[in-house]
Structure formats: structure tokens, C-alpha cells
């Protein structure tokens, strides 16, 4: 789908993003190397970042942006010349409000840092512990201040916002097939999905092989590929691909709903609840 061909290294147990960089260390030997964490999301992508990295050939590159709770962050201290001076993971009292974004490039230096660490008392090997080793061993840490927006997307709240900022770029884009329905605002429909009497307010997308029926899907809202949805109403939420909505009596909104996933109204008696609710979920019947 993407011209890549990917090759997963498993780690063995959570034992921190250092442990990962010496698991992947077989694999990449001297090589120069990307660590992207997955559940970040930058805006302007790392092109630009990867060929400064490349020309300029420092032992490492991190990427930092202001936040409002560093405490919550791994947080880098720069000195007057504006080089990494000091890295802390989740200070209590912070020196400055620049926390450390999931995406680090580093040569084969790294290895021997991490080797050389103690596990925290997460019992993990960080990272950061690494890279402040290379800062002490006088090896060249570079860092990049990201201007544009950046999220850690670890929580529901976060992927919503997430989505939000994306679709806030989306330009219009209709492929799919409208019938007796209408779109407002930025809305991609892509090819092969089918709206019927239904209104797609944007931004917003619905993906390919979908079909929306008697529905209304309001801004913010992303549908997956092969999704249906039928007399139900969402906004502000993500659906994602083969799942199905149905015959629901109020509006779904800032929702994220998983792969194949059915959600429908059950017989009208006898009434009752059921759930099925996974390890430190928030449920609230409105």
C-alpha cells in the first residue's frame, strides 16, 4: 500500500526506549537511524529535519517544544550557545518548559550510552538517561525547537484533537457518490463511498467503500474505509474501517470507535444495559 517493506523487532519486555535502541542494534549496526515513537504525530513531518541531521552530522538530534507541564515530560535544559546542556526525565521542578518529542535521530554512538545506563526506578533504561550520557561525554547533541503543532496522541482526547488538526488542513475533494444528500465545508468523500439523504458537514472524510444513510455526520468527524452507517448522527469522532453504526436515537460525538466494530440499538424491551469495558474506562449513560 505504501512501497515499503517493513521488518518488526520485538522487544522482549517493556523496558524502556533505551532497551529498544539496543534490541534494534543488530539490525542496524552503524547505520544512522530514525526513532520515531508511534503514538506521536508531527505536522510538518521530519524530511527537513532528517537531511539537517544528514549535512550536519551531530552524534544526536532531539526534537523539543514548549509545553505548559513539563513535569509530565522529559525536558531538556540548553545552555547560552543554545546546545543541550542537561536532560531530565519528569523533573519535579523543571528549569525550563521544553519537553522532549517522541523523535530522536542518533548515530551508533547511542549504543554504547545505553549500555552504559542504570535502570530508573521505572526499572527501565530511558532515553533520556542515554542521551545525557553523550552530553557528558562531550559528543555533539543537537537540538531542534518544533514550531508547528506536535501531539502525543497516548489518549482518546489526544487522537481527537489530533484529528481535529488534521482535518483542519483538509482541502475539499468529492469522489464518491452523493444521492438526494449534501456536503458543506471542506469534505473528502473518496471513491466508491455512497452517501443516501444524508448531510456531511465538514472538515470531514469518509473513506473509501463506506456508505452513509439517512445520517448526519458533523465537523471533525473521520470515517474509516468499508464503514456503514445508518439513521444515526455523529461529530467530532473517528470511526474506524469495516465497523458499522445503526438505528441510534441521540448524536454520537468526540467517540472513537475501533476496527469492525457494531453498534446498534437492541430489542425496545426488556431494557436493560450491557457492556463489555476494557481496564480503566470512563463510562458515563447520559
Known amino acids: 500500500q505504501f512501497g515499503l517493506r517493513i521488518e518488526y523487532i520485538e522487544q522482549d519486555a517493556p523496558k524502556g ?16 537511524f530514525v526513532m520515531y515513537l508511534g503514538d506521536n504525530l508531527l505536522r510538518d513531518g521530519i524530511t527537513a529535519l532528517v537531511e ?37 526525565e519528569k523533573p519535579k521542578d523543571p528549569k525550563t518548559n521544553l519537553a522532549l518529542v517522541g523523535v530522536y535521530m542518533f548515530t551508533s554512538a547511542i549504543f554504547d550510552a545505553a549500555r552504559s545506563i ?19 561525554r562531550g559528543l555533539r547533541v543537537d537540538p531542534h525547537i518544533v514550531h508547528g503543532w506536535w501531539k502525543d496522541t497516548g489518549q ?4 481527537l484533537e489530533a484529528n481535529r488538526l488534521i482535518l483542519d488542513d483538509l482541502e475539499e475533494r ?9 456536503v458543506e465545508g471542506r469534505v473528502v468523500i473518496e471513491e466508491g463511498a455512497v452517501l443516501e439523504r444524508s448531510t456531511v458537514r465538514g472538515p470531514a472524510i ?29 461529530e467530532h469522532s473517528i470511526v474506524l474501517s469495516g465497523s458499522s453504526i445503526a438505528d441510534l436515537e441521540y448524536r454520537i460525538e468526540a467517540s472513537l470507535i475501533g476496527k469492525n466494530v457494531r453498534i446498534g440499538r437492541g430489542p425496545v ?4 444495559y450491557r457492556f463489555v469495558v ?9
Not at 482518546?156 to 487522537?159: A, C, F, N, R, S
Not at 424491551?269 to 436493560?272: D, N, Q, W
Not at 476494557?278 to 447520559?286: E, H, M
Open 17 to 32: 526506549l533505551a532497551h529498544a535502541v539496543l534490541t534494534a542494534e543488530p539490525y542496524l549496526g552503524s547505520s544512522p
Open 52 to 88: 539537517t541531521f544528514r549535512s550536519d552530522n551531530p552524534d544526536a538530534l532531539i526534537l523539543l517544544t514548549p509545553v505548559p507541564d513539563p513535569e509530565s515530560y522529559g525536558v531538556a535544559e540548553l545552555n547560552g550557545d543554545g546546545r543541550v546542556a542537561r536532560l531530565v
Open 118 to 136: 542504570e535502570p530508573s526506578w521505572r526499572n527501565e533504561l530511558e532515553i533520556t538517561d542515554a542521551i545525557q550520557t553523550l552530553v557528558e
Open 156 to 159: 482518546v482526547q489526544d487522537m
Open 174 to 182: 468529492i469522489e464518491g457518490e452523493l444521492i438526494d444528500s449534501r
Open 206 to 234: 469518509v473513506g473509501r467503500g463506506s456508505r452513509i444513510t439517512d445520517a448526519y455526520i458533523g465537523p471533525y468527524t473521520a470515517i474509516g474505509h468499508d464503514v456503514t452507517i445508518e439513521k444515526a448522527e455523529l
Open 269 to 272: 424491551l426488556p431494557k436493560a
Open 278 to 286: 476494557g481496564d480503566n474506562a470512563d463510562v458515563r449513560i447520559l
